[in-house]
């Protein structure tokens, strides 16, 4: 028994959770370096704690992971302090980036998404009705935008804990490459988004709270503008409009409920209610939901190549568990 932490670290699971973290850290880590040369020559500061504590954290899980992966032999409980400390950095380096790349002041991009949107024969001020007009599927949107939070770690540590580490791994890789594609292209292609490209009031949805219609609104201006914004990461906005972050979230989050038999199906519809709700609660156009879709199962597919058991380490791990349960 007493090679049984070393079993584990070395078996194939241990050898891509190793991959997972590197591949982790790397694009948190760049991004980092990234955040911090583009901050020299901006009109941004951001409050130190703000992303020195979420970087801290994260950093700290993985250290605390690291001694109970190969001292412990405790996978699981590593692959959640994992990929909690992961996406507890990556996601505040990631909301710097995305207000770093405002910055740009690209021309606005909101004429030419509405014309996609009504060229394709989708008409949001209908869809905005409907859902005005039925205030309980109004909360219930409004619910399911506002989950990710609470369904990312709700996934991340069942999946972990019931030996689905790499279902969660392959979520979070996708989460962090879908991130930083969509927070690039939104700095090149920006957009104010539907209730204030319509300049609609609440008196035009009267039954609805939408969650994200205007919140940005005044950090958009101030960066676009160039004018001095301090930043407190624990308190930034989801400024991005195309593409749909959030909707490529929520498809990632159905992808990895899939792999659990009791999360399989009310996380499916939980996620199914986030992307419906998106053009609503996130004033977002419908092909900036299509896009962050098709950019979510790019990077899904590209984080499972990643992640991938490659056959050679799989006959060694085969090969290997013999001798280990002889000498144990």
Known sequence: MAAKPLERAMSGHGVIADRANRLAWILTGSLLLVDLAWLAFSQISVVPLSLAGPVAVGAGLAFAARYYRYRRGEARLADALDLCGQMTAFMTVGALFSYLVATLGMPMQDAALYAIDQGLGLDWLAYLKVVDQRPLLGVLFRVAYQSFIPQVLVLMLVLS???????????????????????????????MAMFVHLNL???????????????????????????????????AEGIITFP??????????????????VLRWSFGALNLAMIAATPIDGGHYFVDVAAGLVIAVLCYLLARRLLRVKSGVARQNSLAAPVAIAKS
């Open 161 to 191: 804990f019931s030996g689905l580490g790499h279902a969660a791994r392959v979520m979070t890789l996708a989460m962090m490459l879908s991130g930083i594609v969509t927070i690039a292209i939104s700095g090149l292609l920006p957009a």
């Open 201 to 235: 009031s609440p008196a035009d949805y009267p039954n609805l709270s939408p969650s994200a219609a205007f919140v940005h609104v005044k950090d958009m201006h101030a960066l676009r503008a160039g004018l001095p914004l301090e930043l407190d990461l624990s308190k």
């Open 244 to 261: 749909s972050y959030h909707a490529a979230l929520g498809l990632l989050m159905l992808l990895a409920g899939l792999s659990h038999s």
